[in-house]
């Protein structure tokens, strides 16, 4: 029978390969997960290194360039949070033209039609809107629903309160410039936001110069024909709107028809004229 001084020995042994075992179990897990974490590193360094090569990490990549700048950004605005919105969609965000103008043609109840190139390169997003919304029907049968202070006609808001449009607003894109001239000469075609910044449908015709040290007005284009129109337009007697301002043209001057043809080349600075106009036309409603 073995003594117990070999018992205890056996006990030793057994403790200590219990030991080792788990040692060694241990040690394992360490290697792979250690292999786990290079084998993952490794494909990390494989896939950045695939991605720098095509070109991923470039900070201006070169197939995109062209797409961003030709890029206009349009705001969603919630109707349920204003009533006076009304939803017709978006213009398309890029491949918009950006050289050229376009020819806007408007007939209203006080004679016309009124022309106006709208310029694409100065004004791209101004004038990709103005084009959707005409494509529409947006402003077809509204007024013109305010005779400003400044000297322009205020146009474009289907529900005549100021305060209308799309479901989508855009920033300005093409301040006046305050140099030489007035910042807002007759003619002029310009974008107004309601609040500043926020443009959507509404535009300005000026029918007599307007100068000012701070352009709130983004300028889409400029009338070629009808000039002799806008100037009559400007001399309506106003009265007092919602808002209890004199600003209300006594008579309503509506737009019967708005259109914007294809993108064309820019003509060379082409003056306001009415040499080709027909005679604005009498109407019930005219003043």
């Known amino acids: 029978m073995a003594s117990s001084r070999d018992r205890q020995r056996k006990l030793a042994r057994a403790k200590l390969d219990r030991q080792m075992a788990r040692r060694a179990a241990?040690?394992?897990?360490?290697?792979?997960?250690?292999a786990g974490i290079g084998a993952t590193a490794a494909l990390v360094l494989v896939l950045a290194g695939a991605?720098?090569?095509?070109?991923?990490f470039d900070s201006e990549p070169a197939d995109n360039l062209d797409a961003a700048d030709e890029t206009c950004l349009w705001v969603s605005q919630d109707s349920g949070a204003n009533p006076e919105f009304t939803e017709v969609g978006k213009?398309?965000?890029?491949?918009?033209?950006?050289e050229g103008v376009r020819t806007m043609t408007i007939g209203t109840n006080q004679g016309g039609p009124i022309t106006a190139e709208l310029d694409l390169a100065e004004a791209p997003c101004a004038a990709a809107s103005i084009s959707y919304l005409a494509g529409q029907g947006f402003y077809d049968n509204t007024v013109c629903h305010e005779i400003t202070a400044e000297g322009a006609l205020?146009?474009?808001d289907p529900s005549g309160s100021g305060f209308g449009g799309p479901t989508y607003t855009f920033p300005d894109d093409n301040i006046a410039d305050t140099g030489d001239g007035p910042a807002y000469p007759a003619g002029t075609v310009a974008m107004i936001g309601a609040p500043k910044g926020a443009n959507g449908s509404q535009f300005l015709i000026f029918f007599k110069d307007f100068d000012t040290d701070d352009p709130q007005y983004p300028v889409v284009g400029k009338v070629t024909d009808g000039m002799k129109v806008v100037e009559k337009?400007?001399?309506?007697?106003?009265?007092?709107?919602?808002?209890a301002e004199k600003v209300k043209p006594e008579t309503d001057v509506v737009i019967e028809s708005l259109t914007v043809g294809a993108p064309v080349a820019a003509t060379a600075a082409p003056q306001p004229s009415d040499a080709t106009s027909p005679q604005p036309s009498s109407s019930a409603s005219a003043g």
């Open 51 to 56: 991605l720098w090569a095509g070109g991923v």
């Open 233 to 243: 337009i400007g001399k309506l007697p106003t009265v007092e709107n919602a808002n």
């Open 26 to 34: 241990s040690l394992r897990r360490r290697r792979r997960i250690q």
């Open 91 to 98: 213009p398309e965000a890029t491949g918009l033209p950006t």
């Open 154 to 156: 205020r146009c474009g």
